[in-house]
């Protein structure tokens, strides 16, 4: 519903009973969003958390009730304090994503509220970079839709384009696709993924080696 640490509360009526309220969080992960997408729902069926797959990446946990203290809501009638948590997996990147994890409650008082956020109730994050602590590192380039190229001796991105393109204006396209901020800083990078679209015909099915 909303995404950083800003909630929304509305008071409990007179009567009691279905005030509801929202508070999110989110984190960056080196994942792309459908590969974020599986890995969340498999942190949550490790912690034995139910929930619905629903579009656009979308996961709603199922309602979870809320243990709060029954003294202070004891002469409350019609109160069910329970909480869930929608997430949302948001492309922030071609190969970078973030999770956005809300927290629904319905008759939780907003004091209460911090204590049910996902990475306090769940762990929802740090379990996260657990499980992604154990998997191969995220390719540095594209799976698909392109060609990679080895950087020759002493080659920038504007010389990379003009060789692979034949436009040296496409390096910044070229820099954009493989996270990379500058045509000459390519400290540590190997090979540069170059997408079909701007491979002239002759080369759209080879690259160096």
Same mark, same amino acid.
């Given at each position: /519903?909303?995404?950083?640490?800003?909630?929304?509360?509305? @008071?409990?009526?007179?009567?009691?009973?279905?005030?509801?309220a929202? %508070?999110?969080? %989110?984190?960056?992960?080196?994942?792309t969003a %459908?590969?974020? #997408? !599986? /890995?969340t729902?498999?942190?949550? &069926?490790?912690?034995? !958390?139910l #929930?619905?797959?629903? @579009?656009?990446?979308?996961? !709603? *946990?199922?309602?979870?009730?809320a243990?709060?203290?029954?003294?202070?809501?004891?002469? =409350?009638?019609?109160?069910?304090?329970?909480?869930r948590?929608v997430?949302?997996?948001?492309?922030t990147?071609?190969?970078?994503?973030?999770?956005?994890?809300? =927290?629904?409650? %319905?008759?939780?008082?907003?004091?209460?509220l911090?204590?049910? =956020?996902?990475?306090?109730?769940?762990?929802?994050f740090?379990?996260?970079d657990?499980l992604?602590?154990?998997? @191969?590192?995220?390719?540095? *380039?594209?799976?698909?839709?392109?060609?990679? #190229?080895a950087?020759?001796?002493?080659?920038?991105l504007r010389? =990379?384009?003009? &060789?692979?393109?034949?436009?040296?204006?496409n390096? &910044?396209q070229?820099?954009?696709d493989?996270g990379?901020?500058?045509a000459?800083?390519l400290?540590?990078?190997?090979?540069?993924?170059v997408r079909d679209? /701007?491979?002239?015909?002759?080369?759209?099915?080879?690259?160096?080696?």
């Open positions: /519903m909303i995404a950083g640490c800003a909630a929304l509360y509305a @008071p409990y009526g007179a009567a009691g009973g279905g005030s509801e929202a %508070q999110g969080e %989110q984190h960056d992960t080196p994942y %459908q590969e974020t #997408f !599986v /890995m729902q498999d942190v949550l &069926r490790g912690e034995g !958390v #929930f619905e797959v629903r @579009p656009e990446d979308h996961v !709603v *946990t199922n309602w979870r009730p243990h709060i203290n029954t003294s202070v809501f004891g002469s =409350l009638v019609g109160l069910n304090p329970q909480y948590y997430i949302e997996i948001v492309p990147g071609t190969r970078t994503s973030r999770i956005v994890a809300n =927290l629904e409650t %319905q008759d939780i008082p907003d004091s209460d911090a204590a049910y =956020l996902p990475s306090k109730r769940l762990n929802l740090t379990k996260f657990q992604a602590a154990k998997l @191969p590192p995220p390719s540095p *380039t594209p799976r698909e839709g392109g060609v990679n #190229f950087l020759l001796p002493g080659e920038d010389a =990379l384009a003009k &060789r692979a393109t034949g436009n040296e204006d390096w &910044r070229i820099a954009k493989n990379l901020t500058s000459s800083d400290s540590g990078v190997q090979t540069i993924w679209t /701007m491979l002239p015909s002759t080369k759209g099915t080879s690259s160096a080696p």
